[in-house]
């Protein structure tokens, strides 16, 4: 029986006895991921999955009303009999949610129910029913009341609060009414409010999470084409992308920048741009440090993203001097509106043979700023790979900066770096020697 206990999880183990072990192993929690399956976790009374494609979300919110169903904990506490099943149409409830491969008939390995499509229905032994509701007809949901919700794929739902509204005074059965949703995340209102809401646990899955039960060639494929992408963040990582309305670059406009492999040695000059931060804290902005090229077509490169939170100034030196021998850079550009003459000077302390162009701002970041954006509309630059943290500034800089009220460190130096390579005619270093 001990063999039967090592078998499972580690995690699983101490909520375990020996005893038991077989009859778990035959369970979900035997093969679960701990995001499924919470053991230990106090759940709330609404529970928010956010995943990615084929991460696992529809086999939980199956294998959570078969728990309600049943009494199993971690879920319930004791049995559920009226649960509502509502998704986007009543074709995906039933494609999906009950007839699916990882839907409700397919995972109940016993009390399995009944399911009646003329009256729109599971029914299970205990007497328990599930009613299926489309999120296209809202009012279906007054009348009924249940003690338990499954909603699936919230996101996509053509009216989602007045759906999810009149679902919550349905809710009213039981002593602890409960509901779990599942989605790919989307920008919508009520997504926000739930993320923003106390009453809420949030669970977040990626498609990459679960690539134990995805064919390796999905994941392979997908990755290839999505990854990194705002499209992929979404879709595969379950995050929420958003563009920040008046930005100076969207989504879009990056994907159209591209993500593909750049040769720095084919390009025609490369410098390193540096936006020192007021101080070395932990709390204080951020060193952004950018590094970028230009082609013999006149398209320049971002080709790194190597800012950094909370370095002292001879660490930041260290770090930018490194990446210009790296990358055989031909400049530092540095801004020097908050050190002045101490920009240049740690910079030379580190390696004094570096050549460093001094570069002040007299003109606002957003007014600096809207040359760039406009060269990125003409597709005159690139980004040589992923660089989510940068991107997420970019889209996010509006004309009163980051919506946080963050300094945007990433891309100032964007900034400085773009505008160095193509902008500035008085700051042409050497010309570089193709290798």
């Known amino acids: 029986m001990n063999s039967l206990v090592n078998s499972l999880p580690p995690w699983a183990e101490k909520y375990l006895t020996a005893e038991v072990a077989a009859q778990v192993l035959d369970e979900w929690v035997g093969t679960s991921r701990l995001a499924q399956y919470p053991a230990g976790m106090g759940l709330r009374d609404i529970w928010l999955v956010l995943g990615g494609r084929g991460a696992g979300k529809t086999r939980l919110g199956a294998e959570w009303v078969n728990a309600l169903v049943n009494g199993f904990r971690p879920f319930a506490d004791h049995r559920y009999g009226r649960i509502a099943l509502v998704g986007e149409t009543l074709n995906d409830v039933r494609e999906v949610m009950v007839e699916g491969p990882s839907g409700i ?13 003329s009256r729109r229905r599971l029914v299970w032994e205990n007497g328990a029913v599930a009613q299926i509701f489309s999120a296209t007809e809202p009012d279906s949901l007054r009348g009924p ?9 919230v996101a996509k739902w053509k009216d989602a609060d007045a759906c999810f509204d009149m679902l919550q005074f349905g809710l009213r059965l039981g002593t602890r009414p409960i509901q779990i949703l599942t989605t790919t995340p989307r920008p919508i ?3 926000r409010h739930l993320l923003g809401s106390e009453q809420v646990t949030v669970t977040r899955m990626k498609t990459a999470d679960n690539s134990g039960n995805l064919s390796a060639s999905f994941i392979e494929a997908v990755e290839q084409r999505y990854g990194g992408t705002a499209l992929g963040r979404q879709e595969l990582d379950g995050e ?3 563009d920040r309305q008046g930005a100076l670059w969207t989504r879009a406009q990056i994907d159209e920048a591209g993500r593909v492999q750049a040769d720095y040695h084919a ?24 590094v970028a090229g230009i082609d013999q077509g006149d398209v320049a490169w971002v080709l790194q993203d190597a800012t950094a939170q909370g370095l002292k100034p001879q660490d930041w030196a260290r770090q930018v001097v490194s990446l210009y021998h790296r990358f055989e850079a031909d400049m530092v550009v540095a801004e020097v509106n908050q050190g002045g003459d101490m920009v240049a000077s740690v910079l030379a302390t580190a390696d004094a043979s570096v050549p460093v162009t001094p570069v002040r701002a007299t003109r606002g970041k957003w007014t600096r700023a809207e040359p760039v954006a406009a060269l990125y509309a003409q597709g005159r630059v690139r980004h040589a790979g992923r660089f989510p943290e940068l ?10 900066g980051l919506s946080e009220g963050h300094s945007p460190d990433r891309v100032d130096a964007l900034v400085w770096a773009i505008s160095s390579l193509i902008l ?11 290798a």
């Open 105 to 117: 008939l397919s995972t109940a390995r016993r009390n399995r129910p009944q399911y009646e499509p």
């Open 391 to 400: 991107e997420d500034e970019m889209c996010n800089f509006g004309p009163d």
């Open 424 to 434: 500035r005619g008085d700051a042409e270093p050497k010309i570089r020697h193709l």
């Open 240 to 242: 929420i992308i958003e």
């Open 145 to 153: 009341q249940f003690d338990a919700a499954w909603s699936d794929e």
């Open 267 to 290: 390009m025609r000059r490369i410098v390193i741009a540096v936006d020192p931060p007021a101080s070395s804290r932990k709390s204080s902005d951020a060193c952004g440090i950018i």
């Open 189 to 191: 209102g009520l997504i």
